[in-house]
């Protein structure tokens, strides 16, 4: 079976790869495990891959500055115009999944 990947965009390479970025939230449920691996790629290119250390599933409007900084961002409200740039408007209740990870070598 294929490995799964999480994507990013290129522009979060660095911090990615400098452990400055250890999680990510999509839009919906999404389906990973913990300790599963999977791929990290960039624009769909493969760089590395990464240990997920946990998957929490949430409503948009629970998110805090705790989960903004361990996805990189240095405020809740960032990480939000962040996430309605590339998903459009989110709502409260929304669901929301977050996936934190650790690279592997």
């Known amino acids: 079976m294929a490995r799964k990947s999480l994507d990013f965009?290129?522009?979060y390479r660095d911090?990615?790869?400098?452990?400055k970025k250890i999680a990510t939230i999509r839009k919906g449920?999404?389906?990973f495990m913990e300790g599963?691996?999977?791929?990290?790629?960039?624009?769909?290119?493969?760089c590395c891959k990464a240990r997920i250390l946990r998957?929490?599933?949430m409503k948009y409007g629970e998110l805090n500055e705790g989960d903004?900084?361990?996805d990189g961002f240095k405020s809740l409200?960032?990480?939000?115009?962040?996430?309605?740039?590339?998903?459009g408007e989110l709502k409260k209740d929304d669901l929301?999944?977050?996936i934190v990870f650790e690279i592997i070598k």
């Open 9 to 11: 965009d290129p522009k």
């Open 15 to 19: 911090i990615i790869l400098q452990g």
């Open 29 to 31: 449920r999404k389906k």
């Open 36 to 46: 599963e691996i999977v791929n990290i790629t960039f624009g769909g290119k493969k």
């Open 55 to 57: 998957v929490r599933y």
């Open 68 to 70: 903004a900084i361990a």
């Open 77 to 87: 409200r960032e990480l939000q115009r962040e996430l309605e740039k590339f998903y």
């Open 96 to 98: 929301v999944t977050q």
